[in-house]
């Protein structure tokens, strides 16, 4: 599973690598300690121009479906099994045309007995990032008026695989890593047989893995409070 992970890098480095054309500015500042229900920024391609046009984008990490009564359903969603994600309600109709790419400079996962667990820091050996791939929603507040701009919500889940190699020895699942190469495909909505892709990108995974290299670190980051580039070092 994927629950904490670090953005130490936002912007136009980000828009350079997957080269996005549309850029905010209200893109979230750079963190170490990105916990579910928080901003971050994701990749996708929009569908409503011809040809789809590539955009970074600031979302809630949490899919929230747009039949959701409210924004609740998130934060039981920030992560979708690729091996359920054709088929659960919650996330196949994203699957189908609402895929993205969420950079991230790393991720943390707790390796251990209950109690006694040790965080440990997932990163590319390089200064490199890191790109997960996702799905994103857009949800509804019919709460709020037609004009106001905090009607629609854009929220994203990250999507896992088994975990495999020396990752396995920290825990059975990790984040469904994504090669820069399979990135225009799997970002664009018309791609044909989202199934297939999904398998392609699961098999493609082991070898984003091989260039990664992880430490323990302190456990501070068991803290969504603690925020800062410490929370990376090394113990």
């Known amino acids: 599973m994927c629950g904490r992970f670090v953005v ?15 850029v905010p500015d209200d893109l979230p500042a750079p963190s170490f300690n990105i916990a579910p229900t928080a901003r971050a920024a994701i990749v996708l391609d929009s569908a409503k121009t011809e040809p789809p046009t590539r955009r970074l984008a600031a979302a809630r990490w949490g899919l929230v ?45 707790w390796q251990g007995a209950a109690g006694a667990k040790t965080p440990h820091f ?46 396995a020895d920290i825990h059975d699942r990790m984040p469904l890593m ?19 892709l999904l398998d392609a990108v699961v098999d493609a995974a082991p070898s984003v893995v091989d260039t990664l290299t992880w430490f323990p670190v302190g456990s501070a980051v068991g803290n969504v409070r603690n925020d800062d580039p410490t929370l990376i070092e090394p113990v």
């Open 65 to 109: 479906p747009p039949w959701s009564k409210d924004v609740s359903a998130g934060a039981r969603a920030f992560n979708a099994r690729s091996e359920e994600a054709a088929e659960k309600p919650m996330f196949r109709k994203a699957l189908a045309a609402r895929r993205a790419v969420v950079p991230a400079s790393g991720y943390y996962e």
């Open 8 to 22: 130490a890098r936002v912007g136009s480095e980000l828009a350079g690598v997957l080269r996005a054309e549309v």
């Open 178 to 196: 994504i090669d820069v190469e399979y990135a225009d495909v799997w970002l664009d909505p018309t791609t044909e047989y989202p199934a297939d």
């Open 122 to 167: 997932i990163r590319p050996e390089g200064d490199e990032p890191l790109f997960f791939a996702g799905l994103y929603e857009w949800w509804k507040d019919d709460a709020r008026a037609d004009d106001d701009p905090e009607r629609w919500l854009l929220s994203f889940t990250i999507l896992t695989r088994s975990a495999v190699g020396g990752l």
